[in-house]
């Protein structure tokens, strides 16, 4: 197993976890919406992997107020821990709105960063969830 730290401060976010098993990949990843102004964060996408999603690997989600979590929380903020080496797609749900990211390699022991974005000019508005927290 490899510790891991992330500092991105783009996103003014600090992350410690553990878990990466050797020979193993994993994904930091947002789930963000471009509305012409910049990038907000989609609440509530649930991420999955383009191919055998719960097969292997495990999807994460970052909530500051209780770490790792199985549900997807506000920020868009998810960690896609102990994938096989192969080229993957994320695919975030928000709401019904599905969106799919551009193809990854994920190489043994490394991590990588994945945007899955929705565009304003196919989502005019961001589509996070009415009552997501």
Known sequence: MTDLELYAPDYSLRLRFGGLQDGKAGVIGVVSWEG??????????????DRNPGSQGKIRYWQSNI????????????????????????????????????????????LVFVRVLYD??????????????
């Open 120 to 133: 304003a000019g196919s989502f005019p508005s961001n589509p996070t969830q009415g009552g997501c927290e």
């Open 36 to 49: 012409g102004t910049g990038y907000e964060p989609v609440g509530c996408a649930v991420v999955t992997p």
């Open 67 to 110: 770490r790792w979590s199985d549900t997807a929380p506000n920020n868009g903020f998810f960690f896609a821990q102990n994938y096989s080496p192969n080229e993957y797609a994320f695919q975030a749900d928000a709401n019904e709105a599905v969106v799919l990211s551009p193809v990854t390699r994920l190489l043994a022991n490394n």
